[in-house]
């Protein structure tokens, strides 16, 4: 059975960091990417960021790129993202889940934990 627990979230003030931890179970990252998504208030579900262990290819979204870092640690089944420079815009609950990724393309599978809350004060 799959199984994510997402960690890490809580209340910062803009500009500061986080880090969230994602542990997993019930498939490996050597035959999945592993990544994560954002839903905010108010709008739609967006991908932030997800890595392919296999050739640690990395993607991230426009709106984070240069201030968050996806890694991993295979040996744990654990994955990171760690968060700088927060703005509010960044609040949201923000999921893991397994990605299937295509050349430019990064899809993530209908699995979901609980979610972290994230939110970034002004």
């Known amino acids: 059975e799959v199984q994510l627990v997402e960690s890490g979230g809580g209340l910062v003030q803009a500009g500061g960091s986080l880090r969230l931890s994602c542990a997993a179970s019930?498939?490996?990252?050597?035959?999945?990417?592993i990544g994560w998504l954002r839903q905010a208030p108010g709008k739609e579900r967006e991908g932030v960021s997800c890595?392919?262990?296999?050739?640690?290819?990395?993607y991230y979204a426009d709106s984070v790129k240069g201030r968050f870092t996806i890694s991993s640690d295979n040996a744990k089944n654990t994955a990171y993202l760690q968060m700088d420079s927060l703005k509010p815009e960044d609040t949201a609950v923000y999921y893991c889940?397994?990605?299937?990724?295509?050349?430019?393309?990064?899809?993530?599978?209908?699995?979901w934990g609980q979610g972290t809350q994230v939110t970034v004060s002004s």
């Open positions: 889940a397994p990605f299937y990724v295509e050349g430019s393309s990064w899809t993530p599978y209908d699995y």
């Open positions: 019930g498939f490996t990252f050597d035959d999945y990417a």
């Open positions: 890595i392919n262990s296999s050739d640690g290819s990395t």
